[in-house]
């Protein structure tokens, strides 16, 4: 929903994301998976202010990421996610939006119901220095039916989360949690900052409610509230033209997953 802009502004955004990824069988000679993502942003300004004007519009995103994980021993695991992908405003070029990076993290299963380790991220950025930030895995089955786990959550797109699941019984699974998120894009030849960068950064706190139908189709409804807003224009060779902060947003999702 809409969000004030310090500076007098206002904007919302509509996202729509598709997601297929191929995994492994259980016993896997080679534990490697395939994900395939498109997002699509959708952007609308209005008021006053540097970004009541509309620096940008439509934003789409393409990735690539090949999630891996392998035992390591008994106790051991490792966790590694190399990715690759373009983001841009519509009308750019999309080779002119591509960044790379990856997640690597290992977990040590201390007992059957909790797995703790180290991991860290590291994403390419454009016309900017990458971006590190550390993780600390978790995977801990609190009951049968509650456990926390680090994770991606709903709508993820750069950062770090956490996550509470509660599952009262076989088709219902409750969750609360947060993540950062950051999404950096080339803007197109045209408006303020011909080619140059738009960036849009928050800390979402959303809840979760997924209802299995059948046996491999989910239903699920969030959500939240976006708050740390940040919303950045620079231009092509990455110089900052204008920041502003945002006010903390709602937002709604609906969501399928669909196992073949």
């Not at 960044?99 to 909790?114: D, M």
Request: glycine fraction near 16%.
């Amino acid at each position: 929903f809409d969000g004030d802009i310090d500076d007098g502004g206002h904007y919302r955004v509509d996202r729509a994301l598709l997601e297929a990824r191929v995994s492994p069988g259980r016993r896997p000679t080679l534990p490697i998976a395939l994900s395939f993502g498109y997002r699509f942003d959708g952007y609308e300004f209005g008021g006053g202010g540097a970004f009541g004007a509309g620096p940008w519009g439509n934003v789409h995103s393409l990735r690539a990421s090949i999630p891996i994980f392998f035992p390591l021993g008994e106790r051991w695991h490792v966790i590694a996610v190399p990715t690759i992908r373009t983001t841009v405003e519509e009308g750019a070029e999309f080779d002119d939006g591509i960044t790379g990076g990856g997640f690597v993290g290992a977990g040590y299963r201390i007992n059957e119901r909790l797995s703790l380790g180290p991991g860290f991220g590291y994403l390419t950025q454009l016309e900017d220095d990458p971006s590190w930030f550390p993780v600390l895995v978790v995977d801990w089955e609190i009951t049968p039916t509650l456990s926390l786990k680090t994770g991606q959550g709903l709508g993820a797109t750069q950062g770090p989360g956490v996550f509470l699941e509660w599952k009262p019984d076989p088709c219902w699974m409750l969750s609360f949690g947060g993540r950062y998120e950051r999404n950096r894009f080339r803007l197109d030849d045209h408006g303020v900052a011909p080619r140059g960068i738009g960036e849009e950064s928050q800390f979402a706190l959303l809840a979760t409610a997924r209802y299995r139908l059948r046996e491999r189709l989910t239903l699920s409804a969030s959500v939240g509230v976006s708050f740390l807003g940040e919303l950045r224009l620079e231009d092509r060779w990455g110089n900052r033209l204008f920041r502003e902060d945002a006010d903390p947003a709602p937002f709604v999702g609906l969501g399928l997953n669909w196992e073949l």
